[in-house]
């Protein structure tokens, strides 16, 4: 697709991101544990596959499966030594999946790491850490890149600088929100409002929110949010709350469920709109018939 993300926000009101990817490849056979992102390499195919489905209902972007593709989290299965490879290797497959009707997003998760001073990594080696799945996405050829799930504006820092340092491509940035009091704040403590005006001095394309929480408290996100920054709002929600069954996250919630929600959620100020863990081709099939309906 030659439309870069700038000009698709230009055209478009309201973008239509993707679902969650984590159920998806466990329905697939994916072990509990294992690593997603070797599936990139070992069977690209099927990657593809579970991203055409959101490439099918409508998405306008679309994330590689490289979550975990930061060389600590592919440590911990003895696989950092093939970062830039396995980055690289799941553009090729959103490539595949997208075939021209959809931009790539390149994305960068939480290190897993703690950076200093509440843990011992240092900003410096995870920004040279980040730098190298970044420059992984970068030679795939992402047309733009989103750090998301983040709970640390530090770590948020660290993996902007470490993008910028490879390609100047936009970057989305997405962190992840509970209720404190009448504020909705990171694990850290940092607010809404605070964090969308960092995401904004960063630099970033757009400041979002994603996870943790079901799609009604993203309302109040996305407001907090808006008070902060006057960049497009991204707010990609879960399927509810996980209830365990087994060893298996279940997310109940279902796509019907969730699109009553959706007005409130624009008029608050959400442009890019999507969903996170749970969330399925279904309820990106509903989003994307909402908003070509509201234009
Ligand atoms: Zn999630």
Redesign the pocket.
């Known amino acids: 697709m030659n439309h870069s993300f700038f000009q698709l926000l230009e055209t478009r009101p309201l973008l239509v991101g993707d679902g969650?990817m984590g159920t998806m490849l466990l329905q697939a056979g994916l072990e509990q544990g294992s690593c997603g992102e070797l599936w990139n390499v070992e069977r690209l195919e099927t990657i593809a596959e579970i991203q055409r489905c959101y490439v099918d209902a409508g998405s306008d972007f679309i994330l590689t499966n490289t979550f975990g593709g930061s060389p600590p989290t592919l440590a911990k299965h003895g696989l950092a030594g093939r970062t830039e490879e396995l980055n690289e290797a799941g553009v090729k497959a959103a490539r595949a999946a997208a075939d021209g009707r959809c931009l790539v997003l390149g994305d960068i998760g939480p290190s897993g790491e703690i950076l200093e001073p509440y843990g011992d990594k240092t900003f410096d080696d995870l920004r040279e850490d980040f730098k190298r799945q970044a420059a992984g996405l970068a030679s795939g050829g992402v047309d733009a890149f989103i750090i998301e799930?983040m709970m640390d504006i530090n770590e948020v820092r660290c993996a902007f600088t470490a993008v910028r340092d490879v390609s100047d491509l936009p970057i989305i940035i997405s962190m992840c929100f509970k209720a404190a009091g009448d504020r909705y704040r990171t694990m850290f403590g940092t607010s809404a409002t605070d964090a969308a005006r960092e995401m904004e001095s960063l630099g970033a394309a757009a400041a979002g929110s994603?996870?943790?929480v079901e799609i009604e408290e993203f309302i109040p996100i996305v407001r907090q949010m808006r008070e902060g920054t006057s960049l497009p709002i991204m707010a990609q929600p879960?399927a509810g709350q996980p209830r365990l069954e087994g060893d298996k996250a279940v997310y109940a919630t279902t796509a019907e469920a969730m699109m009553p929600h959706v007005p409130a959620l624009v008029e608050a100020g959400a442009r890019l709109l999507g969903g996170?863990?749970g969330t399925t081709p279904d309820y990106i099939r509903l989003l994307r018939q909402w908003v070509d309906k509201s234009k």
């Open positions: 969650g799930t994603n996870c943790m879960n996170c863990c």
